[in-house]
């Protein structure tokens, strides 16, 4: 058997190759406007999906909104009027900074604290990156 032969023969044995589609997805905001508030219902299924503490979240969220808000119940109320758009924004950007991995682009990551430095690690490819940010 030649070599053009047992490179044929290797390339009938080659898996098929597989459209990789994106099995993470954050979810979008459900909520509604009360008067001069904005309510969150599904904010705890958000960070659940994220796999991030609630708190952390909403910390981010709040400071990037510059408005004040609180947990009741499983919901999230924000003291100002607000657009789901702008929210689901904020929580895309949380995501890119402190849940996907910047190496491999993958979201299986967890934060870990060594000293006065919090790390994002990638369980995907190993890829360890330093931040600043009280949690």
Same mark, same amino acid.
């Given at each position: ?12 044995? @080659?898996?098929?190759?597989?459209? +990789? ?11 509604? $406007?009360? #008067? *001069? %508030? ?19 979240? @909403?910390?981010?969220?709040?400071? +990037? ?11 999230? $109320?924000? #003291? *100002? %009027? ?54």
């Amino acid at each position: 058997m030649n070599y053009e032969d047992m490179l044929k023969e290797a390339r009938k044995n @080659l898996p098929e190759i597989k459209e +990789e589609t994106d099995r993470f997805e954050i979810p979008k905001v459900r909520g509604q $406007i009360e #008067g *001069s %508030k904005t309510i969150i219902s599904n904010f705890f299924q958000i960070a659940d999906v994220l796999r991030r503490k609630p708190q952390h979240l @909403l910390k981010y969220v709040l400071k +990037e909104l510059a408005t004040p808000g609180s947990f009741r119940g499983q919901a999230v $109320i924000f #003291g *100002s %009027k607000l657009p789901a758009s702008k929210i689901n924004e904020k929580i895309n950007s949380y995501a890119e900074e402190f849940v996907f991995c910047k190496e491999c682009g993958k979201a299986d990551t967890k934060i870990t604290k060594e000293g006065d430095v919090y790390y994002l690690k990638c369980q995907v490819c190993g890829a360890r990156y330093s931040f600043y940010a009280k949690i």
